[in-house]
């Protein structure tokens, strides 16, 4: 049924309020917290990871770890990993001083256990347990990241968000110092917040109020390859703006269709090129017969143009791939895509530098070779992405 007013008005937690009805009925409302508890927040977790799950299949994401921070506590991880630290003499107590923002007379100075993370860069040392003597939060994601380097992980990226910048010094610290690695082990990625706008207009969220859009919801909308072009044509730490009209537009300012209706122009015109009317007639055009064309045919510099561009993407993914930056082949593949529209439309106003031209097949092989290669990098391009390269727009 409907939930009571008052409560958290989330209606994707009628599922599991149901599934426990059905499990437990109504014995749950008679049994103390500490016996409850650890059942509702057993299925809950389990239910939300596997919504988590289906909604990050639906935008092509998989996986293959899904590490729960209780595995650490459990197996002791936590605790070998600081004592790890503490026989390299990085652990003692100590007494920070006060936060900024605290003055002497509301700050409680005691002894804590810290890590000594200004010896590896960061601005103060950093405790790692509380006052109550559990671990801080820090504890746990040293742990975390030892494990992760001890499974042969010795290159790791983590994506964050950007309320968490803050945190980077003393992470890259104390990765640097459990592994005691020259190199750099950690390399993590701040990521802002998507704003979702519908006709420029702000869409109200609050999960507070229960109303919010979720991802498998945009995805259903727009489809998962606009979904995640328009996510990837933004530097990650660059707000984005993400405007259900706007991505479903067919203009120059809507990317993923800028970069994909090039790659269908160019598989129409080579369709066109073997066509009884349009081209020429049993023509054998493929890449092989391509291969052989001519290609000092190619003088304009609107071809030659392109031409250029295209002998940039060895370059731009070798950097894309070192720098953890994929927006970058995005950003390529729209300027590429600039490129053969500006050759398309120049033929328009110029018909022999068409790409067609019956009069003059050694230009037109050539030209067909031409892009032909153009739809190739696009097209290698967009899988990079895990973007489907489109063959004819509808």
């Given at each position: 049924g ?10 994707y937690?009628?599922?599991v ?13 008679s049994q ?6 650890p ?5 809950s977790?389990s239910?939300?990871?596997d919504m988590?799950?289906e909604?990050l ?11 729960s921070?209780?595995?650490?506590h459990?197996?002791g991880?936590v605790?070998?990993t600081l ?19 605290k003055?002497?007379e ?20 950093r405790a ?20 992760k380097?001890n499974?042969g992980y010795t290159?790791?990226v983590?994506v964050?968000g950007?309320?968490?910048?803050g945190?980077?010094k ?21 990521c ?10 702000p869409m ?13 919801e ?9 979904v ?11 707000t984005?703006d ?7 537009e067919q203009?120059?300012d ?7 209706y ?14 009884d ?13 391509l ?8 003088s ?17 993914m070798?950097a ?11 950003f ?9 529209h500006?050759?398309?439309n120049?033929?328009k106003?110029?018909?022999?530098l ?13 030209r067909?070779?031409l ?12 899988e ?11």
């Amino acid at each position: 049924g409907a939930i009571p007013e008052g409560l958290y008005p989330g209606d994707y937690l009628v599922p599991v309020g149901q599934k426990l009805a059905a499990d437990h009925g109504d014995s749950l409302l008679s049994q103390e917290e500490a016996e409850w508890l650890p059942l509702v927040r057993a299925l809950s977790t389990s239910m939300m990871m596997d919504m988590i799950r289906e909604d990050l299949a639906a935008l092509g994401i998989k996986h293959d770890v899904f590490f729960s921070e209780t595995s650490l506590h459990k197996s002791g991880a936590v605790e070998e990993t600081l004592k790890l630290l503490d026989d390299k003499g990085l652990i003692y107590q100590g007494v920070l001083a006060p936060p900024k923002g605290k003055t002497i007379e509301d700050y409680e100075a005691r002894p804590q256990t810290l890590f000594k993370s200004t010896e590896f860069g960061d601005d103060v040392d950093r405790a790692l347990k509380k006052s109550d003597g559990s671990w801080t939060y820090f504890a746990p994601d040293i742990a975390y990241h030892f494990d992760k380097y001890n499974r042969g992980y010795t290159n790791q990226v983590d994506v964050w968000g950007a309320d968490h910048a803050g945190y980077i010094k003393r992470m890259s610290a104390a990765v640097r110092a459990v592994t005691g690695s020259e190199k750099d082990v950690l390399d993590v990625k701040i990521c802002q917040l998507v704003r979702l706008l519908r006709d420029g207009e702000p869409m109200k969220m609050s999960k507070r109020s229960g109303n919010f859009v979720t991802l498998r919801e945009v995805v259903e909308e727009v489809g998962r390859d606009v979904v995640r072009f328009i996510m990837l044509y933004r530097k990650n730490d660059a707000t984005l703006d993400f405007d259900f009209a706007k991505v479903t537009e067919q203009s120059r300012d809507n990317p993923v269709f800028y970069v994909q209706y090039a790659h269908a122009r160019i598989c129409s015109v080579l369709r066109n090129g073997a066509d009884d009317e349009k081209g020429f007639a049993g023509e054998d055009l493929s890449d092989a017969a391509l291969s052989g064309a001519d290609m000092s045919r190619l003088s304009d510099e609107a071809e030659l143009a392109l031409i250029k561009q295209m002998a940039a993407f060895p370059r731009v993914m070798e950097a894309a791939a070192e720098a953890h930056e994929p927006h970058r082949i995005a950003f390529y593949l729209y300027d590429l895509a600039g490129a053969f529209h500006s050759l398309w439309n120049k033929g328009k106003d110029h018909p022999n530098l068409r790409f067609i031209v019956k009069e003059d097949k050694g230009a037109t092989l050539a030209r067909l070779a031409l892009i032909r290669a153009a739809a190739c990098v696009l097209a290698a391009g967009l899988e990079v992405l895990g973007v489907e390269p489109i063959e004819e727009m509808r």
